[in-house]
């Protein structure tokens, strides 16, 4: 069972890496589109970030059960780099929260609004691939 969440946790968070690439490659393509086109890739951008924002909780069901199957069942105690991992899942859900509501506010991106979003998306990817990092070390069985 073990073996299943830890592979259900990296899968979940390797999803979230490559949805806020294509987030991302979604907010730059739509620049300046209007009109159809650029309806059409507004909702494939807000239909993109609801599916992330399902798997980020499959993210973290599965990182909490992870958790209590590899520490609560046993006496094991609590890795340090779990902690690192957990910072950045942390920073991972408030930027994609963030990025959310800010883009939710906006009735027409603007360029400085665009901006704000890509930044919040970027940190979406980077805390992503670090989390990824993070928990391979923190949830491997110590021999």
Known sequence: MYEILRMAHLIMIA???GMAVSHYVLLRASAGREGEG??????????????TT?????????????????????????????YV???FVVVLTAAHIAQR?????????TIEGRRIIERYVS????????????????FTPSQ
């Open 101 to 109: 509501v800010t883009a939710g506010g906006m009735r027409g991106i």
């Open 15 to 17: 999803m979230v890496t």
């Open 85 to 87: 991992k957990i910072l």
């Open 38 to 51: 650029g309806r059409a890739l507004a909702l494939a951008r807000r239909t993109l970030g609801n599916f």
């Open 54 to 82: 399902m798997v980020l909780a499959f993210v973290w069901l599965t990182g909490v059960l992870l958790l209590w199957s590899h520490y609560g069942m046993t006496e094991r105690e609590v890795s340090a780099w779990f």
């Open 123 to 138: 940190i979406v990817w980077l805390s992503a691939l670090l989390s990824i990092c993070f928990a391979v070390i923190s």
